[in-house]
């Protein structure tokens, strides 16, 4: 019979932290604030707030609120001829309205792939550079698409564009890799 030294080291051993190999993951993860979930907010809050193409013609005394989808399209030149606004401004209310548009569509694409590394298990250093670098890649877009009118710095916003869209496409393959890892050694993922 072993003395009940050597049993409660036998019990140590057993459920020891640091000999588990999700531990230094764990670990990792609590080094680090999670900035995924207000991330996605942020993105929320600059698709929909920020970049909601009313203000600025709310600032020029043009926004209809029965139709505001088609109000550009049909009313533009006619707010251009009656004064109201120059042809530069029209053209920059119109790619404000697309720029808008583009960002609440790459929204559930963004909020996917957060959400895919939180569930992961995904190093919160991870999801914190994603999250920073997608947002930082969108309000370049954003910028660039509403202010620039010339087409050396129209490559600037397509770049800006690929770039945010490649991070979440990386970010789904790293979330795939976490959720897989050693499926095809026969160990568990979680």
Not at 87 to 114: D, T
Request: net charge positive; glycine share 8%; hydrophobic share 45%.
């Amino acid at each position: 019979m072993s003395s009940i030294t050597d049993r409660a080291a036998g019990l140590i051993s057993r459920v020891n932290p640091l000999k588990d190999p999700g531990f230094a993951q764990n670990a990792s993860r609590a080094l680090s604030y999670n900035y995924g979930p207000v991330s996605i907010l942020a993105a929320f809050a600059g698709s929909h707030l920020l970049l909601q193409h009313r203000l600025p013609m709310l600032f020029y005394g043009l926004d209809n609120n029965v139709y505001p989808r088609d109000d550009l399209r049909v009313n533009g030149e006619k707010h251009v001829a009656s004064g109201k606004i120059t042809p530069a401004q029209l053209r920059r209310l119109k790619r404000w309205e697309a720029a808008h548009y583009n960002a609440v569509e790459s929204l559930p694409v963004f909020i996917g792939a957060i959400l895919s590394l939180q569930f992961s298990g995904a190093s919160n250093r991870l999801i914190n550079r994603v999250a920073g670098v997608y947002l930082t890649a969108r309000a370049a877009y954003a910028v660039l698409y509403i202010t620039a009118e010339d087409p050396k710095l129209a490559w600037g916003r397509t770049i800006a564009w690929w770039t945010g869209n490649i991070t979440c496409i990386y970010s789904l393959v790293q979330a795939a890799k976490h959720l897989n890892h050693g499926v095809a050694t026969g160990v568990t993922a979680l």
